[in-house]
């Protein structure tokens, strides 16, 4: 759990800014956008860009986001 | 030809008349988009009509104010169709890219419908950018399908790229305005022997899809066509004749169009007073 002394950073998921602690795990903010990362069937059809690069699937655990990050996550809906 | 057996007349299809784009080999000519249905179960009726196996979706964020909705992807999976990601809403080759990349990841597919627009109102190809996007994407290892103009030029450049599919447009996106330019169209076929051809957009009723088979195109890419008629599934019926019919009468060679009529029954034996 994150100590409340620890610094915010402002970071930008889906176009809308959003404040984490300094090095937040990225799954940890899938997490808080309700996407399980452990779970195959959630992060089926899911996918993520930081700062404009895909984020492999087995790397999302490495991942901790920094100041002014850019994050991306994606799924299929319909269209045409 | 030589695929097919014909008895008394009917005509039926053996294993060798596939559209093949890549490593990627159909039955159904037929490509669907999976948008702008009444609601989920009229859509997989009607994709179930047309007997496709490939169907559009396209790629978008995740609602952050309203996450995890249903699954989209696992009611295609289920029935059993293959998911054609697009890059529907990319104004740019980077964005594109980007999109094709995170489908990638996301459906583990190397499919990919390119779509790079210039502006909103036309939903008309931006040709510079799509050229540099596909390339990028050929390298990349993608199959790409690539939406573009009726511009014999730019389909060539697209094919010669390395495109698995090309795919210009019979009129704009949504617009049902079925075929404007059938001669370009023609001069596209004709120029491009090598490249699978698919007309994709504008299709907006039967006629409009067997004109376009008629013209020796290899499929037939549509939505709001079936998606936005009175009836979907029956319209998706008929999309799936139209498709058939166009292919077998594109395969038989029409006869040539003559200004004269010519007596179909024999001269000769005419009972004359």
Redesign the interface.
Known sequence: MNSPTETTIPIT????GRSVPDGYPLTDLLRD???DPGDDD?T??????LN???V??QDWEDVRLAEDDTV????????? | MSNDVRTNGAVEHEAGDALVMGDYSFSSRLIV?????PNPQV?LDALEATGTELV???????N?EN??PE????LLRQGGYE?L??T?GCYTA?EAV??A???R???GTDLIKLEVIGDDETLMPDVEQLLDAAKTLVDDGFTVLAYANDDPITCRKLADLGCAAVMPLGSP??SGMGIVNPYNLRIIREEIDDTPLIVDAGIGTASDAVMAMELGYDGILL??AIAQAQHPVEMAHAMRLAVEAGRHAHRAGRIPRRLYAEASSPREGRVET
Do not use: C, F, K, W
Request: aromatic share 2%; net charge positive; glycine share 10%.
């Open positions: 998921v889906n176009g809308d956008l309700e996407i959630a089926t059809g899911v996918a993520v860009a404009g690069s895909v492999r699937r991306e996550v994606i799924q299929a809906q319909p269209g045409g | 988009g999976t948008s702008r249905y859509m559009t979706v396209a790629i978008r964020r995740v952050v996450p995890a699954s989209h992807l696992d998911v990601p697009n529907a980077r980007l999109v990349q995170l489908a990841e996301a459906l996106i949504g939505n709001t």
